[in-house]
């Protein structure tokens, strides 16, 4: 890909990425904290269960309408300062999470965790990104993107074992703990890459939906996210009522969806980079990808056999990983100029598509007919507006020139 090639050639320590995967795992073991302790939260704080469910909404409200501004002020700001900010606001809002006496300051501890993870995040992909040679590049990111699926698998054992045995405030406080003596490995270790000459303002905050190589990926995750998420949202639901699942089984269930996650992560890595060794866009795995979660999602579905369920939600699962994968492999590269605000946009995407989907799919029975149809209908969506997308990637000289092809540049001296 002409872009890749225009960058510098890097080489991540090991160092480096072990403590980005750090991050990235304790990110995702936070974000499906919660919702096993909501009970538990609201007993001990004398709320109700939808009150409590807050500390949930605050926590996506200030990750999702902070990031895309700040993204666009990460791409102009060094990786690092970013990175150990956030990473410290991050650690802090557990902190305080573990040490609260009330409903609405763990509510707010909850905005200022979403807030540091919208500081970080971004910047640890793009980082991730920039640090990684452009051929080993698909694979360091979708390992990450594993090791984030295998926190959030974790985060719910985790949380439950705490609420039932050691307490709801240790769970927050473990993570809290552990970012904190993060945050100055982090500090020590990452390299003081400068800033980039980024676009700044209003016009840079909506510049990605200006070009039609990142709109077209930002509007794909919000299709595929809204079918494989907001379906998967109910499949607890469904195990339960048609098959009569317990809480014990339920979990293991968990587990079998995050071998899977990891299993799609874990694959699409070396295919993304040959893809892009033999001069083919890695998009068409988003699209592959898209295509087997519409086949695979409708017979976990409604199917009454429980080995073929399992099955198909195995397949569903690897399918929606391989694809999450690609497209952050996709967006981090596709434009150097913007990439944290790009990913970050992603992010937002992704979440918006899931509250889409929960909605849509809240409106049909679940398990019906109708539910797998418009589960495999966002699927294929998805699939589709992918495969326009590779295709543009082979589109004319005047499309190609809409992304920058020279080195990014950067501002201010190197430390």
Same mark, same amino acid.
């Given at each position: 890909m002409r872009e890749d090639r225009a960058?510098?050639?890097e080489t991540i320590s090991a160092a480096e990425y072990v403590l980005l995967c750090g991050v990235f795992f304790l990110m995702g073991a936070e974000t499906y904290l919660v919702s096993p302790l909501l009970p538990t939260l609201s007993d001990d704080l004398g709320a109700s269960t939808a009150a409590t469910a807050l500390v949930v909404t605050a926590f996506?409200?200030?990750? @999702?309408?902070?990031?895309?501004p700040l993204g666009v002020l990460a791409d102009r700001t060094p990786r690092w300062i970013f990175i150990v900010g956030g990473g410290g606001l991050f650690a802090a809002g557990n902190?305080?999470?573990?040490?609260?006496?009330?409903?609405?300051?763990?509510?707010?501890?909850?905005?200022?965790?979403?807030?540091?993870? $919208?500081?970080?995040?971004?910047?640890?992909?793009?980082?991730?990104?920039?640090?990684?040679? *452009?051929?080993?590049?698909?694979?360091?990111?979708?390992?990450?993107?594993?090791?984030?699926?295998?926190?959030?698998?974790?985060?719910? *054992?985790? @949380?439950?074992?705490?609420?039932?045995?050691l307490g709801w405030r240790l769970a927050f406080a473990a993570i809290g703990v552990g970012f904190a003596?993060?945050?100055?490995?982090?500090?020590?270790?990452?390299?003081?890459?400068?800033?980039?000459?980024?676009?700044?303002?209003?016009?840079?905050?909506?510049?990605?939906?200006?070009?039609?190589?990142?709109?077209?990926?930002?509007?794909?995750?919000?299709?595929?996210?809204?079918g494989r998420l907001g379906a998967y949202t109910y499949v607890g639901a469904l195990l339960a009522q048609r098959f009569g699942f317990s809480l014990a089984q339920q979990g293991a269930a968990g587990l079998l969806v995050g071998v899977s996650s990891m299993l799609g992560s874990l694959v699409s890595g070396p295919v993304?980079?040959?893809?892009?060794?033999? @001069?083919?866009?890695?998009?068409?795995?988003?699209?592959?990808?898209?295509?087997v979660f519409a086949l695979a $999602?409708?017979?976990?579905?409604?199917?009454?056999?429980?080995?073929?369920?399992?099955s198909a939600l195995f397949v569903w699962c690897v399918a929606g990983s391989?694809?999450?994968?690609?497209?952050?492999?996709?967006?981090?590269?596709?434009?150097a100029r913007q990439r944290a605000s790009v990913v970050a946009w992603n992010s937002s995407m992704m979440n918006v598509g899931i509250a889409a989907g929960t909605s849509l799919l809240g409106a049909a029975a679940v398990g019906s007919t109708?539910?797998?149809?418009?589960?495999?209908?966002?699927?294929?969506?998805? @699939?589709?507006?992918?495969?326009?997308? $590779?295709?543009?990637?082979?589109?004319?000289?005047?499309?190609?020139?809409?992304?920058?092809?020279?080195?990014?540049?950067?501002?201010?001296?190197?430390t």
């Open positions: 960058e510098r050639a996506v409200i200030a990750y @999702g309408v902070a990031g895309p902190i305080v999470s573990a040490l609260t006496p009330t409903l609405p300051t763990l509510v707010a501890a909850r905005a200022l965790s979403g807030l540091g993870a $919208a500081v970080a995040a971004p910047s640890c992909w793009a980082y991730l990104a920039e640090r990684t040679e *452009p051929a080993r590049r698909g694979r360091a990111i979708s390992v990450a993107v594993g090791i984030y699926g295998l926190g959030q698998v974790l985060g719910v *054992p985790l @949380g439950t074992l705490c609420a039932q045995v003596l993060m945050v100055p490995l982090l500090a020590r270790r990452l390299v003081r890459m400068p800033a980039l000459a980024a676009p700044s303002g209003l016009r840079a905050l909506t510049g990605p939906w200006r070009v039609s190589k990142i709109r077209l990926g930002l509007i794909a995750t919000l299709l595929f996210q809204a993304i980079d040959r893809l892009r060794a033999h @001069g083919h866009s890695e998009i068409w795995l988003s699209v592959t990808s898209a295509s $999602a409708p017979v976990a579905l409604t199917t009454h056999r429980l080995a073929l369920c399992l391989a694809f999450y994968s690609t497209q952050q492999a996709y967006l981090a590269s596709v434009d109708a539910f797998a149809a418009l589960t495999a209908a966002l699927g294929f969506s998805g @699939g589709a507006v992918s495969l326009a997308l $590779a295709r543009r990637r082979h589109g004319s000289a005047a499309e190609t020139r809409e992304l920058p092809h020279e080195a990014p540049q950067h501002v201010g001296p190197r």
